[in-house]
């Protein structure tokens, strides 16, 4: 009985180890983090297309030639970013489980496969999209993620400003195809001040997160010599920028919303501005500056959901 039970457990082992490393590998990518962003660029497509006039075949086009080298570029960020931050993220207590975690050279090997599968989508995406512009974005964006986690991450709200950005920018893709492959295709008003609003707040969103993570590692940052905003000016003059920032955001979506019908303006008052005020304001009270990015992520896909409303709300 010894013996039959002795052949199943390497292959239970192999299955039980095969599942931890592909666990390790997505969370080493933020795979949940990658998603959302996907689904924000596919759902900026899907407007878009909902007011052209644009073959399937675009369509799907766009699809393999934007979100797949967006999907890869952003993982390739990713790993490279936990790289170089990996002595931070052990005094950050974030390698706590460092055995179940990939280690320092693993994550290098990943981060290169990542980088050349990027460098393969982007070509893919040239050959079918046969747009200089399109690559030139994509080019900009992998040589900035690898500046900005080995150099410019550690310069004072520069590298938050760097990551907001390149967030916009895979945000504005889908915008820059239609423009371009779609001859004749023109934005209305509503829709032009609804994207250009919706650009600026996920700008301000990620620029708050990407503070409040630097809030979240400033002792490994500080021991590791990173010259982060919270180290430079210090923790509690850091909050007091997160809260002007969240302020200034709310007042920009409310003069925003005031363009946008009953229904957007309703939404964003009650989904956005109110839980905007609030973490500023919860930033200001506590320490627990991983709950306040819980919150703040639950704020950013409720916001997602503009999009949609937006939507509908001009097509009743």
């Known amino acids: 009985m010894k013996d039959i039970l002795s052949r199943f457990r390497p292959n239970g082992y192999m299955s039980g180890e095969i599942i931890n490393r592909i666990s390790q590998f997505l969370k080493l990518i933020r795979f949940k983090n990658l998603l959302f962003l996907l689904f924000l660029q596919i759902s900026i497509f899907y407007l878009l297309l909902s007011s052209s006039n644009i073959s399937s075949s675009h369509v799907w086009y766009g699809i393999i030639g934007l979100v797949i080298p967006t999907f890869l570029i952003a993982a390739f960020g990713n790993s490279v970013n936990d790289y170089f931050d990996y002595e931070s993220d052990i005094i950050n207590h974030k390698n706590a489980n460092h055995s179940e975690r990939f280690a320092a050279e693993k994550i290098k090997k990943a981060s290169v496969r990542l980088g050349s599968l990027s460098l393969v989508s982007m070509a893919v995406s040239f050959l079918i999209t046969n747009n200089i512009i399109l690559l030139g974005f994509f080019i900009s964006s992998i040589l900035l993620l690898y500046y900005y986690s080995s150099k410019l991450k550690c310069i004072p709200i520069l590298g938050n400003l760097v990551v907001?950005?390149?967030?916009?920018?895979?945000?504005?893709?889908?915008?820059?195809?239609?423009?371009?492959?779609?001859?004749?295709?023109?934005?209305?008003?509503?829709?032009?001040?609804?994207?250009?609003?919706?650009?600026?707040?996920?700008?301000?969103?990620?620029?708050?997160?990407?503070?409040?993570?630097?809030?979240?590692?400033?002792?490994?940052?500080?021991?590791?010599?990173?010259?982060?905003?919270?180290?430079?000016?210090?923790?509690?003059?850091?909050?007091?920028?997160?809260?002007?920032?969240?302020?200034?955001?709310?007042?920009?979506?409310?003069?925003?919303?005031?363009?946008?019908?009953?229904?957007?303006?309703?939404y964003v008052m009650l989904f956005c501005v109110f839980p905007m005020i609030l973490i500023g304001a919860l930033i200001v009270r506590t320490s627990n500056y991983e709950k306040v990015s819980r919150y703040l992520k639950w704020l950013m896909f409720s916001s997602s959901l503009l999009i949609y409303i937006f939507h509908f709300s001009y097509n009743l």
């Open 164 to 266: 907001s950005c390149l967030c916009v920018i895979a945000l504005f893709l889908p915008i820059v195809y239609i423009m371009l492959i779609a001859e004749g295709v023109k934005l209305t008003g509503e829709t032009r001040v609804f994207l250009s609003g919706f650009l600026f707040f996920v700008f301000l969103t990620t620029l708050i997160r990407e503070l409040i993570k630097d809030l979240e590692d400033i002792n490994g940052d500080r021991a590791t010599g990173c010259k982060t905003l919270p180290v430079s000016i210090g923790e509690s003059k850091t909050r007091n920028v997160l809260l002007g920032i969240c302020l200034i955001t709310a007042l920009m979506l409310m003069s925003w919303a005031q363009y946008l019908g009953i229904f957007v303006n309703a």
